[in-house]
T-cell receptor, first 115, second 114 residues
Framework: EAEVAQSPRYKITEKSQAVAFWCDPI?????LYWYRQILGQGPELLVQ????????DSQLPKDRFSAERLKGVDSTLKIQPAELGDSAMYLC?????????????FGQGTRLTVV | AQSVTQLDSQVPVFEEAPVELRCNYS??????LFWYVQYPNQGLQLLLK??????LVESINGFEAEFNKSQTSFHLRKPSVHISDTAEYFC????????????FGSGTRLLVRP
């Protein structure tokens, strides 16, 4: 069964360093999401792509976070500089919208710890 | 804007007992409704969804949820839980328009005790 691939699974970085996460969605899924999940809370949408275009980045802290999906396939989320409060699980999801199917499929996530 | 409320942060229950996890939502437009399950250090897995049609939806592992439009609720139930059902459960909504943005509740931790 096709899966959303994310790497790395775990990342420890020092405060003020740069960090990047990668996501490869399920083939054919035009919509890609990046969520941040702080321990004990529900996922919060950071950015949503439709193909290579950003359709929602209203909750993305743009002073330090950036996201791209250059060819409309895989995507990278970057944080520079990282802060202690960025420690969280970063989840990537993708969806195929159409034909009565609308659910999002999630990757295993990247657990970020900023020290 | 949409919002999702899961009033119970943790629900402890004994094995083989029934359980209900509550979810209420707020939205000015029609929405799709979902329940996701998350095991420790894992991503989210879709448990079940309501898109249209019958208001009672079921999953393959015995969970069911009922969409109640008048009460804007989508509670999750299981008549008899197992130890392996211990996990975090998230209710989510998505607008029925081109955005398909998923909004999640804060989650309910189901703790099944022997």
């Amino acid at each position: 069964e096709a899966e959303v691939a994310q790497s790395p699974r775990y990342k420890i970085t020092e405060k003020s360093q740069a960090v990047a996460f990668w996501c490869d969605p399920i083939s054919g899924h035009a919509t890609l999401y990046w969520y941040r999940q702080i321990l004990g809370q529900g996922p919060e949408l950071l950015v949503q792509f439709q193909d290579e275009s950003v359709v929602d980045d209203s909750q993305l802290p743009k002073d330090r976070f950036s996201a791209e999906r250059l060819k409309g396939v895989d995507s990278t989320l970057k944080i520079q500089p990282a802060e202690l409060g960025d420690s969280a699980m970063y989840l990537c999801a993708s969806s195929f919208i159409g034909g009565g199917r609308t659910e999002a499929f999630f990757g295993q996530g990247t657990r970020l710890t900023v020290v | 804007a949409q919002s999702v409320t899961q009033l119970d942060s943790q629900v402890p229950v004994f094995e083989e007992a029934p359980v209900e996890l509550r979810c209420n939502y707020s939205s000015s437009v029609s929405v799709y409704l979902f329940w996701y399950v998350q095991y420790p250090n894992q991503g989210l897995q879709l448990l079940l969804k309501y898109l249209s049609g019958s208001t009672l939806v079921e999953s393959i592992n015995g969970f069911e949820a009922e969409f109640n439009k008048s009460q804007t609720s989508f509670h999750l139930r299981k008549p008899s839980v197992h130890i392996s059902d211990t996990a975090e459960y998230f209710c989510a909504v998505s607008r029925m328009d081109s955005s398909y943005k998923l909004i999640f509740g804060s989650g309910t931790r189901l703790l099944v005790r022997p």
